[in-house]
């Protein structure tokens, strides 16, 4: 891989003041069980459609994180984020019930990172507090990129679980504390290695989280050891294998700092096969366990990069390749 044209930024003061989790009934059966705000015990969330519950998801996140931060609406800035459903919908139709300015933004399952580099941005550029959130719903994402789920379809040994839940985190210039702080990132650039099955989106994206994570090494002169763990998005547990060989090549050994939110969510006897996908991974994984973890003192310098497939249903059915982004964020406290 060539790396060149720096894409990595550095922050001064981008806190992350507090986190909120929605996490649907399978995702709080898995390893994190006890970890998220709210566990729902149905994943329609008294809703009628699965479209809905995933849009309530979304709005019940937001208002949670801003109580828990002991802020009000008239306190936030702007709000960004995104989902997986066409025209991120669950995500701007939640906004509306807020007065803040919204940038919804997509970037498949590496949207909740590249929400933060965003805010970590606006707050760079004056915003006192940004929500920055991502989500997803197993029920909606599956219908819409794959099958009706009335069909039951057989899936693949390389499929992953889209996880049902969303993630919010408030990151502010308020600095009257010790908060984990987003201190550098580095933008993803598309990558394509021509995978075709759009069942196998850990081979897809793999390539995609090299690059990445190498240009950040590269760029400010660091090591994988100088980390406490590496947390990728949602590459599942063939992705992550894959990655481990890629980055080998590249001159860096991860194997001892990586983890995947993906791989870690869920039990191997919930049947997920390589693990969880989604919007949802990253963002229930980072504020439900990860911020915890950086507060107490267990962490005090991760990586979290969150991967992305960006294709679409269209392009899948055409019969085009998988083109992926990872975004990565370096959070201290």
């Not at 994402?141 to 839940?165: D, I, K, M």
């Amino acid at each position: 891989m060539d790396y060149y044209n720096s894409r990595s930024l550095t922050f001064s003061n981008a806190n992350i003041v507090e986190g909120y989790t929605v996490a649907g009934p399978k995702e709080n059966e898995g390893r994190y069980k006890g970890f998220f705000d709210l566990a729902l015990a149905d994943d329609m969330f008294g809703q009628n459609t699965f479209e809905r519950a995933e849009r309530k998801m979304f709005e019940h996140a937001i208002d949670g994180v801003i109580a828990k931060a002991n802020l009000v609406n008239a306190d936030i800035n702007g709000i960004v984020g995104g989902d997986l459903l066409n025209q991120i919908v669950s995500t701007s139709f939640a906004a509306r019930k807020y007065n803040a300015g919204f940038l919804g933004l997509y970037n498949a399952c590496a949207t909740f990172v590249e929400s933060l580099i965003v805010g970590a941005t606006l707050v760079s550029c004056g915003y006192d507090n940004v929500v920055c959130s991502a989500g997803s719903h197993f029920s909606t994402a599956e219908r819409q990129y794959r099958y009706p789920l009335e069909l039951g379809v057989l899936r693949s040994p390389v499929t992953q679980w889209t996880a049902t839940g969303v993630g919010a985190s408030i990151v502010s210039r308020n600095s009257n504390g010790k908060y984990p702080k987003i201190t550098r990132a580095t933008v993803g650039r598309v990558i394509d290695y021509g995978i075709m099955d759009v069942n196998n989106m850990g081979a897809a994206m793999a390539p995609s989280a090299c690059d990445t994570l190498v240009a950040f090494f590269r760029e400010n002169n660091a090591q994988p050891s100088d980390y406490d763990v590496i947390y990728t998005g949602d590459l599942g547990k063939l992705g992550s294998d894959i990655l481990l060989d890629l980055t080998r090549q590249e001159g860096y050994d991860i194997s001892k700092q990586q983890h995947d939110c993906g791989a870690s969510l869920y039990w191997d006897e919930q049947q997920t096969y390589q693990g969880g996908s989604g919007a949802a991974c990253s963002a229930l994984v980072f504020n439900g366990v990860l911020l915890g973890r950086l507060r107490r003192g267990e962490y005090s310098k991760i990586l979290l990069a969150g991967t992305g497939a960006l294709m679409s249903p269209t392009t899948s059915f055409q019969g085009d390749s998988i083109p992926a982004i990872t975004h990565l964020v370096e959070v201290c406290i």
